[in-house]
């Protein structure tokens, strides 16, 4: 079964992003067409990219790399849970993806953002990372506004409609994860 990793990308005290992948994950549980893992890249505490060599030729000498390559690998694919931070993806996230490179190659990716234009400006530029990675993106997305799903730009809630958009990250992430499975590595 496609096994799906849930990957928030912020790590802000106060952050936004633990309600949305929360909410991510339980209607993820409703499926029966793959497994749902949430990982928070807070919970990895990995320091500014300090690797003595590039990602792609996965000599890892630090623990905290090894415990994050073997987390990321673990995946069949990904939905990406990110803030958009000044027209951009949080920069916890970015690090967090450069840390490795074969892990995620030849693997399916959907994204659900927030921000006040709804983090598409953010998922503009993860998608544009996702394609130097080999990282197969899905056009559905979910865009959850500051203003109308979240109440006091703090306390999400979600307009409904929200699901169905949802529903089709998933399909398609999965469609894109099981046609991708014959050429990974």
């Known amino acids: 079964m496609t096994k799906i990793g849930i990957i928030l990308g912020s790590t ?8 949305v992948a929360k909410w991510v994950y339980e209607l993820a549980q409703k499926r029966d067409d793959a497994t749902f893992e949430l990982v928070d890249v807070a919970d990895y505490d990995l320091p500014l990219y300090d690797e003595p060599f590039p990602a792609m030729m996965q000599q890892y000498t630090k623990d905290h790399t090894k415990v994050w390559s073997n987390k990321i690998k673990e995946f069949d694919a990904y939905i990406f849970v990110t803030a958009e931070y000044n027209h951009s993806i949080p920069g916890a996230l970015k690090n967090a993806i ?43 997305q979910v865009m959850l506004s500051l203003f109308t799903d979240f109440e ?20 398609q992430v999965i469609a894109s994860s099981n046609s991708l499975k014959t050429i990974q590595n």
């Open 12 to 19: 802000r005290p106060g952050r936004n992003g633990e309600a």
């Open 98 to 140: 450069d840390y490795l490179n074969i892990e995620w190659k030849n693997k399916a990716a959907g994204f659900v953002s927030y921000g006040s234009a709804g983090g598409s400006r953010a998922v503009e530029h993860l998608r544009l990372v996702a394609a130097e990675l080999h990282i197969n993106d899905v056009r559905a």
């Open 152 to 171: 006091n730009m703090s306390t999400f809630t979600p307009d409904p409609r929200h699901e169905g958009t949802l529903n089709d990250v998933f399909d």
